[in-house]
């Protein structure tokens, strides 16, 4: 058994909701998955969405060589169905994989384009996924306008400050459909944390796009847990994705008190970091 490719991507959470704003924005931390391609059949539980059946069947339309046999093996550390992009996550991994195995170096925006396509063809996002494809893609974050091709879609960019711990509560799964007209009420909101964006403050941004997404989502306890997070010593809290997890941010001396606070609330925390540019050209 022989491994023809890797591909590696990251989780991400939000900083700003697509639905609300008509843009997105994402930003990666490190929670890694990587896809390996060997050369005889796997069956795979990771792929709730039938994805990785879907890229084999793109990347055959698209005309790109495609081994005889294809075996997918996924090692992820993102969990499923919380709003931590681990769909994008997986389909930027799994586009690597195939990529490496076929000698096609595909740009960056080819990548996203095919990872956007197959999320859009599973069913798996509401949104589009073009902000959050590129958050597990790179490194940074990156404000984007979906309903652009990938090369037009970045609007402006930014790292952010190294020193933070980002705290990720897990709540279980999610308990209500999502309604998206009821992110179009609270525009307001999410004009506001857009502002913060355009202006760099994208804790700010996070904070407000939770705020706007729990009220959304009707997910009340979300912004009880998010306020006393921030009463708690934390930068910054709010919903990732559409939920139900909690992104929280703080200064990397107060993460084991506010972890603790959390982890009362909440039914798992992950402490994790953002992936800074540097460290991912390091680890190239």
Known sequence: MTILGTGE??????????????????????????????????????????????????????????????????????????????????????????????????????IVDLAVEAQRRSGCTISGSMDDTWATLTSGWKAVDPSKTPEESILFEGDIEPGFSVLIGLRGSRKSDIIIESFHKNSQIFDRALASLINGSILDSLSSNGMAVASSTDDFEALRISNLMIASGAVAAGISGSGPAIAVVCYASDSEYIGAQLSELCDEVISTQFLLSKELVEGA
């Open 9 to 110: 991507a990251f989780g991400a959470i939000s900083i700003l909701h697509a639905l609300g704003a008509g843009k997105g924005c994402s930003i990666p931390v490190k929670l890694p998955i990587r896809v390996n391609i060997y050369d005889v059949e796997m069956t795979n539980d990771e792929d709730k969405h039938g994805i990785l059946s879907i890229i084999s069947s793109i990347w055959e339309e698209k005309g790109y060589p495609v081994p005889p046999v294809i075996g997918w093996e996924v090692i992820s550390e993102i969990p499923i169905g919380q709003g931590l992009k681990s769909s994008s996550a997986l389909s930027c991994a799994a586009i690597r994989a195939l990529d490496k195995a076929s000698w096609t170096c595909l740009s960056d925006y080819e």
